[in-house]
C-alpha cells in the first residue's frame, strides 16, 4: 500500500468517525437508548449499532483501494478475508454513554493481517469535537495538530492510567493494579479512548489496561507508536481479548519490569 493511500484511508476513517457523531450526539443525554444487554454482559444502545452502520458503509463506499474487510463490536466480520481489515468500535465507552460522562468516542483502525499490526488508527471524542488520527510513518495529530511525545520522562512527575478495576480483575491483574498504586502515588482512572487520548497527548504519561477487545487498541496503538511512544499488548486470561501497557517509551520500559508486565 501506497502513502498516498494509506494518506486516502485516513482521511476516510476520519470522515466516517465524524458521520457517526452527527447520530452519537443526537442520542446523548436520551431516555430512548434502547439498552439492551450482550452476551458477555456489555450493555449496547441504538447509538452504538447505528453508528457503525454509518462508519461501515462510509468505509465501504469510499475506500480507493476497494471494499475492505471490517470487524466490529456490534456486526461482527464482513468480508472475503483481505490483507487489509478495518475494526470498528462506535462508541467505545458504552457505559459512560449511557451514563451522560461524555468521555466517550468512536474507534477506527486498518489492519495489515499479514503481521496483525494497524497500519492507521483514529480516536473521535465526539462530545468534546476532539480527533486523534495517525497512519504508519505520517505522524499523529490532534485536531490537525502535530503531536510527538518525549523521549522519556521520569515516573515522578508523570501521572499513570488505568482502566476500570473490573477489567483487572477479569484479567487477574489485580495484584499488577495494587503494584502499579503502591509504587507510584498518581494513578488515575480514565478509562476507555478518552484516556488513551490523555496518552497519546502526552497528558498521561502511560497507561495499564487490562481485557480489552482488538477494536479497542489497535488504534491506539497506530496512534501511540506514531507519536514516538510504545504499546505492550499481550493475549489476555480473559478469552480473545489482550492487556496492554502504552505510552512514553521509556516510562513504559521501566513500568514493565517493576510490574513484570508479560503475558498473563
Avoid at 498516498?4 to 443526537?26: F, H, M, P, S, Y
Avoid at 503481521?115 to 488508527?121: A, H, I, N, S
Wanted: proline residues 5%.
Amino acid at each position: 500500500m501506497t502513502d498516498e493511500q494509506l494518506r486516502q484511508l485516513l482521511q476516510t476513517a476520519v470522515d466516517a468517525a465524524l458521520a457517526a457523531a452527527v447520530g452519537i450526539r443526537k442520542y446523548f443525554g436520551s431516555q430512548q437508548l434502547g439498552v439492551q444487554q450482550k452476551r458477555d454482559g456489555s450493555p449496547v444502545t441504538l447509538a452504538d449499532q447505528e453508528a457503525e452502520a454509518v462508519i461501515r458503509a462510509h468505509l465501504l463506499s469510499k475506500a480507493s483501494t476497494g471494499p475492505l474487510d471490517i470487524l466490529g463490536e456490534e456486526q461482527g466480520f464482513t468480508g472475503q478475508g483481505t490483507r487489509w481489515r478495518w475494526t470498528v468500535d462506535p462508541i467505545d465507552g458504552t457505559r459512560s454513554f449511557i451514563h451522560g460522562i461524555p468521555l466517550c468516542g468512536t474507534m477506527i483502525a486498518l489492519q495489515d493481517m499479514n503481521d496483525e499490526r494497524p497500519v492507521l488508527g483514529v480516536i473521535h471524542l465526539p462530545m468534546l469535537g476532539v480527533t486523534y488520527a495517525a497512519a504508519r510513518g505520517q505522524g499523529v495529530t490532534r485536531n490537525g495538530e502535530t503531536l510527538r511525545l518525549p523521549e522519556s520522562v521520569a515516573i515522578e512527575d508523570a501521572i499513570i492510567g488505568v482502566g476500570d478495576i473490573a477489567q483487572f480483575v477479569a484479567a487477574s491483574r489485580f495484584e499488577d493494579y495494587c503494584r502499579l498504586s503502591a509504587l507510584h502515588g498518581y494513578v488515575r482512572g480514565y478509562t476507555d479512548c478518552f484516556g488513551h487520548g490523555l496518552v497519546i497527548s502526552g497528558a498521561l504519561g502511560a497507561m495499564m489496561d487490562p481485557a480489552l477487545n482488538p477494536w479497542d487498541v489497535l488504534p491506539t496503538q497506530a496512534l501511540i507508536e506514531e507519536a514516538g511512544g510504545t504499546a505492550l499488548i499481550f493475549r489476555s486470561k480473559v478469552p480473545n481479548k489482550v492487556d496492554s501497557l502504552f505510552g512514553n517509551r521509556a516510562l513504559v520500559q521501566h513500568l514493565a519490569r517493576e510490574l513484570s508486565f508479560g503475558p498473563g
